[in-house]
């Protein structure tokens, strides 16, 4: 079992910043790799990026890229989601989850391990 625990969202005006981090506890080592998703009200929950737990590698939604960074600092068990020019659009809530094979990546349903999300306003 894996667990993940979401912090850092909140309110912030658009063009602002916000970092949120998922801290992971648990049966990491069999981490292949950990992705964020959003959810807005009436929307599907959508692929936002992905990192390897092991080498760091990352890729992101076209709607994010260039905005939002992800990183991870394993020492910490804990990876962030770097949100940057945040604009309305963006409103959601954001959840970690952690997946132990490599194919998949971009699709919720393929995700082992959900953390509990964590609200992200963006006003105009």
């Known amino acids: 079992q894996v667990q993940l625990v979401e912090s850092g969202g909140g309110l912030v005006q658009a063009g602002g910043s916000l970092r949120l981090s998922c801290a992971a506890s648990?049966?990491?080592?069999?981490?292949?790799?950990m992705g964020w998703f959003r959810q807005a009200p009436g929307k599907e929950r959508e692929f936002v990026g992905r990192?390897?737990?092991?080498?760091?590698?990352?890729d992101y939604a076209d709607s994010v890229k260039g905005r939002f960074t992800i990183s991870r600092d394993n020492a910490k068990n804990t990876v962030y989601l770097q949100m940057n020019s945040l604009k309305p659009g963006d409103t959601a809530v954001y959840y970690c989850?952690?997946?132990?094979?490599?194919?998949?990546?971009?699709?919720?349903?393929?995700?082992?391990?959900w953390g509990q999300g964590t609200q992200v306003t963006v006003s105009s």
């Open positions: 989850a952690a997946k132990q094979t490599p194919w998949g990546i971009h699709v919720p349903s393929e995700y082992d391990y």
């Open positions: 648990g049966r990491i080592f069999s981490t292949y790799v």
């Open positions: 990192i390897r737990w092991s080498g760091g590698s990352t």
